[in-house]
Nanobody, 122 residues
Framework: QVQLVESGGGLVQAGGSLRLSCAAS????????MAWFRQAPGKEREFVAG????????NYTDSVKGRFTISRDNAKNTVYLEMNSLKPEDTAVYYC???????????????WGQGTQVTVSS
């Protein structure tokens, strides 16, 4: 059983920054792909960013490219999402997920965290 615990969400003004963290209990964390998704009220959960186990390959949805950065520290079993130049449309519950490879599809990930709320005020 893998447990994922997100932290770092909160309320920030437009243009501000937040750093999300996701700590994983997986003993073989370094072998998995990690991703961040988000879900706004009334909308489907959407892919935000993903990173392969080697951290050499990352993928972002177009709306966050140049503003968000995903990274991981395999020694700490932790993946991060650095979010800069935040916009009101970034407001959502952010989830981390673990899977075999980076994918934009929710079904590709076997384990999910409980989510952390990010609210960006205008």
């Amino acid at each position: 059983q893998v447990q994922l615990v997100e932290s770092g969400g909160g309320l920030v003004q437009a243009g501000g920054s937040l750093r999300l963290s996701c700590a994983a209990s997986a003993r073989t964390f370094g072998r998995f792909a990690m991703a961040w998704f988000r879900q706004a009220p009334g909308k489907e959960r959407e892919f935000v960013a993903g990173i392969m186990w080697s951290a050499g390959s990352t993928n972002y949805t177009d709306s966050v490219k140049g503003r968000f950065t995903i990274s991981r520290d395999n020694a700490k079993n932790t993946v991060y999402l650095e979010m800069n130049s935040l916009k009101p449309e970034d407001t959502a519950v952010y989830y981390c997920a673990i899977g075999g490879q980076v994918s934009r599809w929710v079904a590709s990930y076997g384990y999910w965290g409980q989510g952390t709320q990010v609210t960006v005020s205008s």
